[in-house]
């Protein structure tokens, strides 16, 4: 006997249910976004999340699943959706057929990190990227759109934190301010911040051991040049707007280096530690960065499982067959069998028992599945051509002809 590898899991049909909603949902809602559907690999090189993701991010420097094959090249299993989306943007040259894109994926993502709620291996995430535009209404078309899923899913109570990470033309004055306060603490703060020091300071503020001795610090938001204030004015008034739960919160820089201006986190505060269900934001220079022409792009990538977990117990209605046919003996089977492939073949959901229950525990199997309709093939009916449909609600029966076309009549 093995046992699944810690930290990955298995979705049995119960919960299925409930994966397969959640999709629908989102496809649904990402199709009233306009946004397309893009499936990228579940490997790519290394090197392209150390370029994309970055070097001193915690997934690059601790959390990635990287091996290398038998032709020697080094590969990784995608920790994010971001990096494989835009590598296969430009190697396809799509900014050469359209200038703008909404693309949203789907995919498993891995990152070998310590398992608890909410924090798996193997996890999926939802994501969308909007590609060739730097207007502000794109950021909160973002969010407006995790809204618009997390209502229909029944999610209450998310509310977004939203700060802006200026832009290569005011975050480096920044970058200075904030380094001159932070050297004075140094010996106050964890290894890893002592290590972002001079890597990557911003990040200091997002530890999740030293913020809290860090509440006095130089705010981003206050070094804005004009363009990115003008752009942070327009996402905070149109959020205003559209009613959409806020709050700017000056802490927020997000795990990865890519970001510039907007930067967002879902918040379900019912979720305790693991309580951020998603999170993105404006990545203006990334494309570039990778090679690319100078395209700006914003975008965010929604945990699944959180998204379950902020879900709850929501039962998820099932459709019920419309009919169960019941009968006992080979050639009752056989008849049955037909008539069954016939009515799926006519769109209705239909099954038989094959596990040689009697009469009795087929009808209670009929009525677990939830049946609309028996129909009855005994002895007697094999010799009259005629079966027994039961209204499994009403209890009412009628004789009707063993033919497809006759069964649905009835049925429908
Ligand atoms: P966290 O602070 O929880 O580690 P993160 O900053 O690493 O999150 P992102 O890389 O921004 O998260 O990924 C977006 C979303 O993906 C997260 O908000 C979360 O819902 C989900 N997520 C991230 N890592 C995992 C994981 N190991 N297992 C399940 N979901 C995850
Ligand atoms: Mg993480």
């Known amino acids: 006997m093995y046992d699944s590898i810690r930290g990955t899991k298995d979705i049995l ?38 370029k994309s993701t970055g070097e001193d991010t915690d997934i690059v420097q601790k959390e990635m699943y990287t091996f290398t094959d038998k032709g020697g090249r080094s590969l990784t299993l995608k920790p994010e959706g971001t990096p494989g989306v835009v590598r296969a943007f430009l190697q396809y040259s799509l900014h050469k057929k359209r200038p703008f894109h909404k693309l949203f994926y789907i995919e498993r993502m891995f990152r070998q990190e310590r398992p608890q709620k909410g924090r798996y291996r193997e996890f999926y995430q939802f994501g969308v990227e909007i590609i060739g535009s730097a207007s502000p209404l794109v950021d909160v078309e973002l969010i407006s759109m995790v809204m618009n899923i997390l209502e229909r899913l029944g999610i209450k109570g998310t509310y977004v934190r939203v700060n802006s990470l200026g832009c290569d033309k005011c975050r480096p004055d920044y970058r200075k301010a904030l380094k001159e306060y932070l050297k004075g603490k140094l010996p106050l703060l964890c290894e890893n911040c002592r290590r972002r020091y001079e890597t990557n300071p911003l990040r200091i503020l997002d530890c999740k051991v030293d913020a809290e001795k860090l509440t006095d610090a130089p705010r981003m938001i206050d070094f804005l040049c004009d363009e990115c204030k003008e752009h942070h004015r327009i996402v905070i ?15 927020l820089v997000r795990g990865l280096d890519y970001y510039t201006r907007t930067v967002f986190e879902f918040i379900h505060p019912s979720l305790g530690a693991q309580d951020s269900i998603g999170g993105g934001g404006r990545y203006d220079t990334l494309i570039k960065s990778m090679g690319g022409p100078d395209i700006p792009a914003a975008g965010f990538a929604m945990g699944m499982e959180r998204m379950l977990l902020a879900m709850g ?45 009697s009469m009795k525990a087929q009808m209670r199997e ?47």
Request: charged fraction near 35%.
């Open 13 to 50: 049909p119960e919960e299925s249910k409930k994966w397969e909603f959640l999709e629908r949902t989102i496809r649904e809602v990402a199709r009233l976004y306009n946004v397309q559907e893009i499936r990228i690999p579940t490997f790519e090189r290394t090197e392209l999340f150390y």
């Open 237 to 251: 008034d149109t959020l205003k707007s559209l009613n959409i739960p806020f709050k700017e919160d000056s802490t």
């Open 313 to 357: 117990d929501r039962e998820i209605e099932e459709e019920k067959p419309v009919v169960f046919f019941v009968a006992l003996g080979d050639d009752a089977k056989r008849l049955s069998f037909n008539l069954l492939e016939g009515m799926r073949k006519a769109g209705v959901k239909a099954d038989m028992d094959y596990i040689g229950r």
């Open 366 to 412: 009929a009525n677990r599945l939830g049946a609309v309709f028996t129909y009855i093939i005994g002895e007697d009916e094999i010799k009259k051509g005629i079966g027994i449909l039961k209204n499994m609600d009403t209890g009412e029966q009628m004789n009707v002809p063993m033919d497809v076309e006759e069964i649905k009549r009835r049925i429908s």
